[in-house]
């Protein structure tokens, strides 16, 4: 989810979704998940259509969530040159952003479509922080040539910003809240849009990943960051933190919505001025 195809490896997302309740079993590694195993080429993922990879999307289905959300920001003057391409036939496990001239482009592979677990709420969670790099803001990745919004602030503008308002233009694309998600959101459905969609996206993050077998909870958090790093990602359960501190700004809508101190230290200001 970063502007460079391989960079999948460490975006790559986790599932164990089941729509009904969250699973918290322990993960495994990769290899020994039959879910996974299959499709492990050399420390990436290969889906090809040809192994029948058991993800319930279908190509139709990803190019209306696809267009519905292109639309939606569209119409709404906040993805000017913005585009989104799907290749359904590339096998590789990837969404990314990168600049291409003037404009901005997402690309979403069909591995990644494919990969058991990704729902549609997932691809939702996914085209969010994509449009996150592009118009999310500070804070900035420092790569030369690349102006884009920081991982960590993808996520952020996705719970805070893209995710709550995507679901309520569609909500067919979002499962109904677990009774852990209903529990923090008492009832506020923005906050359990973005919830459901952070920690399922995570999961399935986790899934497909070579990079931390301890399953992410809302129950826990990740530690302060101590060495602010803006071209990595965070942690996957830095990652829900962002998500599970943007859900619970919606929830209370005090005004005040400072992001966890697991991926911007707590000394800084946030936000932080253009251009840091
Ligand atoms: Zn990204």
Same mark, same amino acid.
């Given at each position: 989810m970063s502007f460079k195809p391989f960079n999948f490896l460490l975006l790559v997302l986790s599932g164990i979704l089941s729509l009904a309740g969250p699973a918290y079993s322990a993960l495994v590694h990769p290899k020994d998940d039959p879910d996974v195993a299959p499709h492990i080429q050399r420390k990436y993922f290969e889906l090809r259509?040809? *192994? @029948?990879? @058991?993800? *319930?999307?279908?190509e139709l289905q990803a190019r209306q969530l696809i267009s519905d959300f292109f639309d939606f920001f569209k119409l709404q003057d906040e993805a000017a040159n913005l585009k989104i391409d799907l290749d359904w036939g590339n096998p590789y496990l990837s969404a990314h952003a990168e600049m291409r001239g003037a404009a901005s482009v997402v690309t979403v592979w069909g591995g990644f479509l494919r990969a058991p677990g990704m729902s549609p709420m997932i691809l939702a969670t996914t085209l969010c922080h994509e449009l996150g790099h592009v118009i999310g803001g500070a804070p900035y990745q420092t790569i030369k040539g690349a102006e884009f919004s920081t991982e960590g602030q993808s996520d952020f503008f996705a719970g805070l910003n893209c995710l709550p308002r995507f679901a309520h233009a569609f909500p067919q694309y979002f499962s109904d809240p677990t009774a852990e998600v209903q529990e923090i959101c008492q009832g506020k459905n923005d906050c359990a849009s973005t919830l459901s969609a952070g920690l399922a996206t995570v999961q399935f993050m986790q899934k497909w990943s070579f990079v931390s077998y301890e399953p992410v909870s809302l129950k826990s958090s990740a530690p302060e960051v101590q060495d602010y790093r803006p071209n990595y990602y965070p942690s996957f359960q830095c990652r829900l933190d962002i998500f599970s501190r943007a859900a619970v700004c919606l929830r209370d809508r005090n005004g005040k919505c400072p992001p966890p101190t697991c991926w911007w230290p707590q000394e800084r200001t946030y936000p932080p001025t253009e251009g840091a």
């Open positions: 259509q040809e *192994d @029948r990879p @058991r993800s *319930d999307m279908t």
